[in-house]
């Protein structure tokens, strides 16, 4: 969202919203869209700042319409389509949020049919401004729509100025389209060589590790990253790539022993004064082991760690060792008391991969699920939920809560509903086929 369109905790209703209840007359208080008997009149509203020829209310109408939607599972087609016209509005805000927020209500598990919105999606993500074509395409790459190809081409071809989305990023849409890798390398390659120490380059290189191996053509040019201040994004993309990029395996180790530094993050230059290292060596150890399949120098990193103290990315890629970091979990342990839930939920995981052991694992990650008893799902949540699943009938006391998350009619984000069904098949719960699912299809599971 555009600055000033969201509401925060505690405010009811964003900057625009205000606007558009203002001219109704309307008291924010009296309208808590919350609340299921306030919806109607948000709805109402929402419609009549549709209709207006004064930008603030259209892009109050946007905000209305998008907080019902984010929150509500209920089908609203007036809102879609009310968004949808928005697309071809001339206030840049009110596209560009009326883009963002259509891509974001496609997925498998979504009640609202945006299908009428792929005419002028394609429209949209060819538009002058990044901040309209980027959602846009976003959108028609979550509904895999070959159209969001002419976009990613457009912004490849000018390889040198990663584009401006504001809302979201190229990398995101690149994710979505991991099928059509042969046709968007060679422009992927561009642009690692022209924006090489451009931050806008960052997403680019997260999604190429999402890609996984299916980015290996772009090793010789994640190589040349390591030396610049995105060194340590193109450590992840070389370990998500693993045995293909196998020839940047001793710069890695280099990094990790800390006889080569690459540029800091901000392009400065680390001066050692002994006891600091490169902020990215976590990166570059744990990319080192997926590049060779040997753990020692992740191994080793570790053990300087576990030493200094082990911290949430520590935690998160000491687990994927599994039982190899077994003479770590002493330094995890404490963890499970960490006043961070974020650093509970990790440290949980670590140990019971590095252990086995359910007993102090599964109350940890019981508790970061409570969210969902209040519609709410954060990133501790959400990684609780998938580390559930992987444990199976030891956390099968979150069933329940599980069920009556898919079966509620407020909305969560679209990770939830296919991570709480592997959680209940994992437990043996037999569910509905329907229960959590869409009523009509508007797209391919993805991440909002």
Known sequence: MTPGTGAGPGTPHGFWARKLLADAGVDPDDLRLYVPAHVDRGVALAMVGFESKRPELVE?????ASDILRRWRTPRPELVAGLVRCLEFDHLYARSDAAMMLARLVSADSTQDI??????LIVAANNSHDQVAGPAALALARLDRPEALDAVHRWLASSSRP???QVTSLGQVLQQLVGHADELLPGIRRMLVDSADNEGLRSVLAALSAWGPVASATVPELVSALTTRNARWACDALGGIGAAAAPAADILSSFVRGVRQPPRHDGSALVSNGRRRWHGAQNAAWAHWRLTGDASVFLTFLEDAASRGLVNADLGR?????????RYAAAVRPLLRSPGPWTRVQAAYAWWRTTGDTDATVPVLLAALEPLKWSDADEPCLAALRYVAQIGTPASTAAPLLEATLSSDRCFPADVYPAARAALAAFGTVLSPQVGRSAVPSGRTTQV
Do not use: M, W
């Open 163 to 165: 584009p401006y989305f």
């Open 115 to 120: 299908t009428s919105a792929v005419p002028t």
């Open 60 to 64: 109050g109408a946007v905000s209305i």
């Open 318 to 326: 000491l687990a994927e060792l599994g039982p190899q970091a077994t």
